[in-house]
């Protein structure tokens, strides 16, 4: 069963970065689409970015120009760089393929607040 590990959360005051990432236990193709998502309270779980490994990346539009996806294969992770945080950017954050096809992690909390 495949294992996606997500780390690096934590508390931040707004303005702040933090950067998340996501280990997981087997080799992922290179033409699979890699994402993170994030599940705030009371709120569904949303795609926030996806990698592919030829470079290609989607962001959804309230994380344009703060987030940064990026991907390592040889060591089957992928990371998420946030700058520039908010305090509606306050989530659970999970890794999985996109579209999802491994059972999801524990994710990471990223707290947002002054």
């Known amino acids: 069963q495949v294992q996606l590990v997500e780390s690096g959360g934590g508390l931040v005051q707004p303005g702040g970065s933090l950067r998340l990432s996501c280990a997981a236990s087997?080799?992922?193709?290179?033409?699979?689409?890699m994402g993170w998502y994030r599940q705030a309270p009371g709120k569904e779980r949303e795609l926030v970015a996806r990698?592919?490994?030829?470079?290609?990346?989607y962001y959804v539009d309230s994380v344009k120009s703060r987030f940064t996806i990026s991907r390592d294969n040889a060591k089957n992770t992928v990371y998420l760089q946030m700058n520039s945080l908010k305090p509606e950017d306050t989530a659970v954050y999970y890794c999985?393929?996109?579209?999802?096809?491994?059972?999801w992690g524990k994710g990471t909390l990223v707290t947002v607040s002054a």
């Open positions: 999985n393929t996109h579209p999802p096809m491994f059972s």
């Open positions: 087997i080799s992922i193709s290179r033409g699979q689409y």
């Open positions: 990698v592919q490994s030829a470079g290609s990346t």
